[in-house]
Protein backbone atom coordinates (compact mmCIF):
# COMPACT_ATOMS: atom_id res chain seq x y z
CA UNK A 1 0.00 0.00 0.00
CA UNK A 2 1.59 3.45 -0.94
CA UNK A 3 1.74 6.36 1.28
CA UNK A 4 2.58 9.96 1.36
CA UNK A 5 2.88 11.60 4.55
CA UNK A 6 3.88 15.02 4.42
CA UNK A 7 5.48 17.23 7.13
CA UNK A 8 6.69 20.77 7.88
CA UNK A 9 3.70 23.17 7.41
CA UNK A 10 3.53 25.97 9.16
CA UNK A 11 2.80 29.78 10.17
CA UNK A 12 5.05 31.86 8.78
CA UNK A 13 5.11 35.45 7.90
CA UNK A 14 5.56 36.98 4.67
CA UNK A 15 9.20 36.53 3.14
CA UNK A 16 10.53 33.88 5.40
CA UNK A 17 10.55 30.44 4.62
CA UNK A 18 9.78 26.86 5.00
CA UNK A 19 10.83 23.23 3.77
CA UNK A 20 8.13 20.74 2.97
CA UNK A 21 8.97 17.15 3.11
CA UNK A 22 6.70 14.11 2.14
CA UNK A 23 7.77 10.53 3.01
CA UNK A 24 7.03 7.48 0.87
CA UNK A 25 6.04 4.13 1.41
CA UNK A 26 5.26 0.96 -0.37
CA UNK A 27 6.35 1.73 -3.90
CA UNK A 28 9.80 2.01 -5.68
CA UNK A 29 10.44 5.85 -5.39
CA UNK A 30 13.31 5.69 -7.89
CA UNK A 31 10.49 4.96 -10.50
CA UNK A 32 8.01 7.82 -9.79
CA UNK A 33 8.18 11.10 -10.29
CA UNK A 34 6.90 13.31 -7.20
CA UNK A 35 5.23 16.48 -7.15
CA UNK A 36 3.60 19.14 -4.62
CA UNK A 37 0.60 20.87 -4.94
CA UNK A 38 -1.41 22.80 -3.66
CA UNK A 39 -5.16 24.31 -2.55
CA UNK A 40 -6.56 27.39 -1.22
CA UNK A 41 -9.87 27.73 -0.11
CA UNK A 42 -11.92 28.36 -2.94
CA UNK A 43 -9.50 27.79 -5.61
CA UNK A 44 -8.64 24.97 -7.61
CA UNK A 45 -5.60 22.29 -6.53
CA UNK A 46 -2.82 23.59 -9.12
CA UNK A 47 0.64 21.24 -9.48
CA UNK A 48 3.41 24.08 -7.69
CA UNK A 49 6.52 21.62 -8.55
CA UNK A 50 7.48 18.42 -9.57
CA UNK A 51 10.07 16.22 -9.89
CA UNK A 52 10.57 13.36 -12.61
CA UNK A 53 12.36 9.81 -11.43
CA UNK A 54 15.53 11.35 -13.18
CA UNK A 55 16.04 14.23 -11.69
CA UNK A 56 13.91 16.75 -14.46
CA UNK A 57 12.11 19.38 -12.55
CA UNK A 58 9.10 21.92 -13.23
CA UNK A 59 7.90 24.72 -11.69
CA UNK A 60 4.78 26.81 -12.06
CA UNK A 61 5.51 30.35 -12.80
CA UNK A 62 4.72 31.88 -9.50
CA UNK A 63 7.10 29.06 -7.67
CA UNK A 64 9.98 29.96 -10.18
CA UNK A 65 13.51 31.05 -8.37
CA UNK A 66 11.35 31.37 -5.00
CA UNK A 67 11.00 27.36 -4.36
CA UNK A 68 12.89 24.36 -5.29
CA UNK A 69 12.18 20.91 -5.24
CA UNK A 70 14.45 17.77 -4.34
CA UNK A 71 14.53 14.30 -4.19
CA UNK A 72 16.56 11.37 -2.20
CA UNK A 73 15.85 7.93 -3.55
CA UNK A 74 18.23 6.94 -1.01
CA UNK A 75 15.62 8.03 1.77
CA UNK A 76 12.49 7.75 -0.16
CA UNK A 77 11.74 11.18 0.40
CA UNK A 78 10.64 14.70 -2.00
CA UNK A 79 11.36 18.23 -0.17
CA UNK A 80 10.17 21.50 -0.88
CA UNK A 81 12.02 24.23 0.00
CA UNK A 82 9.91 27.73 -0.40
CA UNK A 83 11.71 31.00 0.17
CA UNK A 84 10.15 34.67 0.32
CA UNK A 85 6.96 33.05 0.80
CA UNK A 86 4.06 35.44 0.30
CA UNK A 87 0.28 35.67 1.47
CA UNK A 88 -0.86 34.14 -1.79
CA UNK A 89 0.98 30.75 -1.29
CA UNK A 90 -0.90 30.10 1.49
CA UNK A 91 -3.02 27.09 1.10
CA UNK A 92 -2.68 23.00 1.84
CA UNK A 93 0.03 21.88 0.04
CA UNK A 94 0.02 18.17 -1.27
CA UNK A 95 2.43 15.59 -2.05
CA UNK A 96 1.51 13.67 -5.12
CA UNK A 97 3.04 10.43 -6.98
CA UNK A 98 2.58 8.73 -10.12
CA UNK A 99 4.75 5.85 -12.20
CA UNK A 100 7.36 7.89 -14.30
CA UNK A 101 5.44 8.01 -17.74
CA UNK A 102 2.40 7.78 -17.03
CA UNK A 103 -0.05 11.13 -16.70
CA UNK A 104 -2.12 10.66 -13.80
CA UNK A 105 -0.59 11.86 -10.25
CA UNK A 106 -2.69 8.75 -8.67
CA UNK A 107 -1.18 8.67 -5.32
CA UNK A 108 -1.86 11.70 -2.62
CA UNK A 109 -1.13 12.69 0.65
CA UNK A 110 -3.43 13.73 3.21
CA UNK A 111 -1.25 17.65 2.91
CA UNK A 112 0.15 19.96 5.22
CA UNK A 113 -1.07 23.50 5.97
CA UNK A 114 0.89 26.61 5.10
CA UNK A 115 -0.06 29.80 6.15
CA UNK A 116 1.86 33.25 5.17
CA UNK A 117 0.63 36.08 7.30
CA UNK A 118 1.76 38.54 9.57
Known sequence: QVRLVESGG???QPGGSLRLSC???GLTFGTYAMGWYRQAPGKEREL???????????????????????????KDTVSLQMNSLKPEDTAHYYCAAR????????????????????
Open 99 to 118: RQGVNNWHHWGQGTQVTVSS
Open 48 to 74: VASISSGGSTYYTDSAKGRFTISRDNT
Open 10 to 12: GLV
Open 23 to 25: AAS
